[in-house]
């Protein structure tokens, strides 16, 4: 009667061991990968402004896939803390307009979340700029000349430093009048030519250009369009770029601090008089540089410091 009981009592023991196994083993990945927060810097923004995405917490195998119809480059994300982060432009020619916007998580090859946000790209009109140049000078903005300066550029902003070297405010690089605005629509000799992607700021050859904020030059070279360039990496795929220099006082890989000059004013390649043109890109979609004069302080503390919030 004992040993019977015993037997009773081992049968139901093991099927509550292997009953509790298996439940573990189907919840695995949820005890495992627990799910991740999707942190968003803001829900709305304007086309030329950016926002910040930061998943956490992930672990190294982690990755994020961030859709929308207005992003047209895929975000990078670098690890930061126990998380990963990305900066994400909303491009110049962003149609307004209220998207979902889908995060999807991965471990390994398995998505174990996935979320839709809402986001609203607001409206945003840009002046429109006529320019008249001779027939020379328009021939220097040749579609071959330009597919020459893409592969230069295209392969400085190709990767990023996994940090933030930027700290606090970015600066002005010269104080000078604003003679086009970013995204201006430009129609040169009466053809449209394209939008404006950075800010140019008048000023008399010679004067010193600074950089705006902590970084490392990833490209410090003539160019057929954009003359004499320097283009800094900030970290985490921000960039600016210093465009129809004069002389360039800084070298490829060097770092160099806020505040340092990099080069002087000019006019060298496409460009009607002395003037700097000043760009601010995530990877290779271009920035409104009022904006990262505003806002960059901010969403470094946000990055770093982890103060997004939901
Ligand atoms: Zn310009």
């Known amino acids: 009667m004992r040993q019977k009981h015993c037997l009773v009592l081992s049968s139901v023991l093991v099927v509550i061991v292997v009953g509790l196994a298996v439940t573990l083993f189907v919840l695995q990945p949820d005890v495992m990968c627990p799910k991740p927060n999707v ?16 998943v956490d917490p992930l672990g190294e195998d982690g990755s994020v896939l961030v859709e929308a119809p207005f992003i047209t480059e895929d975000p990078c994300f670098f690890r930061q803390g126990k998380g990963l982060v990305a900066l994400i432009p909303v491009g110049y020619r962003s149609d307004p307009g209220v998207y979902a916007l889908e995060v999807a998580v991965t471990k390994g090859s398995k998505t174990i979340y996935d979320t839709e946000q809402v986001f609203t790209v607001n409206a945003r009109n840009f002046a429109i700029q006529k320019l008249y140049v001779s027939p020379e000078l328009h021939a220097k903005r040749d579609e071959t000349l330009w597919a020459d300066d893409h592969m230069y550029t295209g392969h400085a902003r190709a990767q990023s ?10 600066l002005e690089p010269l104080k000078g009048r604003i003679t086009t605005q970013f995204g201006q629509i430009r129609y040169i000799n009466d053809q449209e030519s394209g939008r404006h992607s950075g800010l140019d700021i008048a000023s008399p050859q010679g004067t010193p250009v600074v950089a705006t904020n902590d970084g490392a030059v990833a490209l410090a070279r003539p160019l057929n369009v954009t003359g004499n360039t320097v283009i800094l990496d900030h970290g985490l795929n921000l960039f600016t770029s210093y465009s129809h220099l004069d002389q360039i006082a800084v070298e490829l890989g060097q770092r160099v601090t806020k505040g340092q000059v990099i080069g002087t004013v000019g006019s060298t390649g496409f460009s009607t008089g002395s003037h700097l043109h000043w760009t601010v890109s995530i990877g290779g979609t271009f920035v409104d540089p009022y904006f990262v004069l505003e806002s960059a ?3 470094e503390g946000a990055i770093l410091r982890g103060e997004l919030s939901d």
């Open 39 to 54: 942190i968003f810097s803001a829900v709305q923004a304007e086309p030329g402004e950016f926002f910040v995405v930061r």
């Open 161 to 170: 430093n996994p940090d933030p070297l930027w700290h606090g405010p970015f």
């Open 297 to 299: 302080d901010y969403l």
